[in-house]
């Protein structure tokens, strides 16, 4: 999914319209009178509906980006790492989590040592090994498998299997990114694969295991009713145990407006991250709770810097300008957000100072678009060396809070003289992989908005590194500043905090100077969920980790 930091895309609107509220995890569960019987009559006993706006790219996260299947792979999949309720990585096929002080990284930094859990079987029962690790590392390795990124896999020297619970990697340096790239739950990584299913296959890409993986899980798919739903039920095999929900149903509604009617008549549980858009309305409903949590997730508007105009950094900066976010977030986002032009959200532990944002100013874009020698033609549009001031804008559909946005943009650029052809594509098409012609990953686009979900460490290598350009990596923009690289290549090489928020606040600074994206806000997830629902207590990291006590009744 990423290269170096494991990031995941939703469309622009949903980061658009969160909120912050300072504090910790927010529970969503029951209180005295409600464990005393259920609320609402639509409360299917055991079963929990929920939907995220989106449809999905496929079922095996090593090949598709989106937040969306993040969370059902933190139910069904194989993992070394989760995370628990403050963000910290704790131990799930693996034993312990490696440190240099409990001497699973070595004194040099360059070798990690995972001692994995012994009495583990697949979904399919199968036992686990590290026979799977290993293998699982050869594959993302193997040039033959359309992952979106090698960086950090390719640090791996060589690869040591002690005995059957062990697995050892010498790395040509240290490398702090590898917890939540190396098999954690921590963003859109590449989960462990079973090699009794997958092992003589030339590629994984086309496998029919991706379309109903099978993994290590609480809940195991049981089915994806393509355009409409995909279905989980527990696991009986999972080591831990049993789940308490008997099923988990994810409804395939790509429509918001769609999903707030499924909410009002009760045939959903949960929607997550839900749209404040609709807030004023979602918090009116008698079954439903709300609650706003603080998010690692900004959104942002991305430039394709392939693009000989956009490569100007005075049209980049006049743009920026040229967005009133304070109005964008009043109007669009019912004031929710937090304006700042560094990406990384005040909750994130370990963050510098936030660098406020810039004033919405059309005299300096306009000054900046005098300079760079666009002239006004005729019709308003700015004209140069023949060629209009005119960008396609990629969107996503079924987003009244994202067409919302589209407009105000329209006016506030076109002011400036800049024209939009706004065109847009479902989810699975805007954020299909390289290989398959994805709109965002292939460069079909002049400027693209959605969000990213930063990782558990925060390593900008796949989005702003040189060498993550798709096919490499998740670098959109095509953004390259050796500066900034050398910053990331540090940050990546160290394992002491304090230096990394250093390089945090010298890496913050070029990107803002740079523009390759505008960060419209730093966000908080909304989550609307049936008064019934209890125990859901979703983290910032993997919302969906904690469900062995969730239930619905």
């Known amino acids: 999914m990423t290269r170096g930091m494991r990031l995941l895309s939703m469309l622009f609107g949903v980061a658009l319209t969160a909120s912050l509220l300072i504090g910790g995890c927010t529970p969503i569960s029951s209180d005295g ?3 005393a019987g259920r609320s609402n009559r639509f409360t299917q006993p055991h079963v929990l509906r929920y939907t995220t706006d989106e449809d999905i790219v496929g079922l095996n996260p090593w090949f598709n980006q989106q937040l969306t299947l993040a969370y059902m792979a933190e139910m069904t999949m ?23 002080q409990n001497g699973g990284i070595g004194a040099d930094g360059r070798t990690i040592t995972f001692h994995l859990r012994r009495g583990v079987v697949w979904s399919d029962g199968v036992p686990f090994s590290a026979d799977d690790v290993v293998f699982s590392i050869h594959q993302v390795l193997n040039p033959a498998n359309n992952v979106v990124s090698r960086d950090g896999w390719d640090l791996i020297d060589r690869i040591e299997e ?19 790239l190396f098999f954690s739950t921590g963003g859109a990584n590449p989960c462990i ?46 080591f831990r145990g049993l789940p308490r929900l008997h099923k988990v149903i994810f409804q395939i509604i790509p429509d918001r407006n769609t999903v707030l009617a499924q909410i009002e008549s009760g045939a959903l549980d949960l929607w997550i991250p839900a749209s404040s858009y609709f807030y004023d309305r979602l918090k009116a409903l008698p079954g439903y709770r709300v609650v706003r949590q603080p998010s690692y997730r900004f959104s942002h508007i991305d430039f394709n810097l ?27 986002g019912h004031g929710f957000g937090i304006l700042q032009e560094s990406y990384l959200s ?52 079924a987003a009244p809070d994202v067409d919302a946005s589209i407009e105000l943009l329209r006016s506030w650029w076109g002011a400036l003289g800049v024209a939009l052809d706004v065109r847009h594509y479902p989810s699975p098409v805007l954020f299909a992989s390289y290989q398959e012609g ?35 990596g998740q670098n959109n923009t095509h953004y390259c500043n050796p500066a900034a690289d050398r910053l990331i290549t540090a940050f990546n090489q160290t394992y002491d905090p304090v230096e990394q928020r250093r390089l945090k606040a010298e890496l913050m600074r070029i990107f803002v100077h740079d523009v390759p994206m505008i960060v419209t806000g730093v966000s908080e997830n909304l989550y609307v969920a049936n008064r019934d629902l209890r125990d859901f207590r979703p983290n910032q990291v993997s919302g969906f980790d904690d469900m062995m006590r969730v239930d619905i009744y």
Not at 197 to 216: D, F, R
Not at 442 to 470: E, H, R, T
């Open 33 to 35: 009178h409600l464990a």
């Open 346 to 397: 005040p909750v994130y532990p370990n963050v510098p100072p936030p660098i406020p944002p810039l004033p919405y100013s059309p005299a300096k874009a306009n000054a900046l678009l005098d300079a760079a020698g666009w002239r006004r033609g005729p019709d308003g549009i700015r004209v140069k060396q023949g060629r209009q001031l005119r960008f396609v804008f990629a969107v996503g559909t």
């Open 306 to 332: 392939s693009n000989p105009i956009l490569a100007d950094l005075r049209v980049r900066e006049a743009l920026r300008y040229g967005i009133d976010r304070p109005t964008l977030r009043a109007k669009v």
């Open 193 to 238: 694969l079973p090699k009794h299913l997958l092992a003589g296959l030339p590629s994984l890409n086309n496998a029919p295991y991706n379309a109903l993986p099978v993994g290590i899980g609480p809940f195991r798919y049981e089915r994806w009713d393509r355009a409409d739903r995909v279905v989980l039920v527990p696991n009986p095999r999972y």
């Open 162 to 180: 002690p005995d059957r619970y062990t697995v050892r990697l010498h790395l040509r340096h240290p490398y702090a990114e590898f917890e939540p």
């Open 78 to 100: 194989a993992w070394l790492f989760r995370y628990d309720h403050e963000n910290r990585p704790i131990p799930e096929l693996a034993t312990v989590y490696p440190t240099q």
């Open 438 to 472: 994805g709109i965002i990953s292939a460069g079909k686009y002049d400027i693209v908005a959605f969000s990213w979900q930063v990782d558990a460490l925060d390593n900008m290598f796949d989005i702003l590194g040189c060498g993550a350009i798709p096919p490499s």
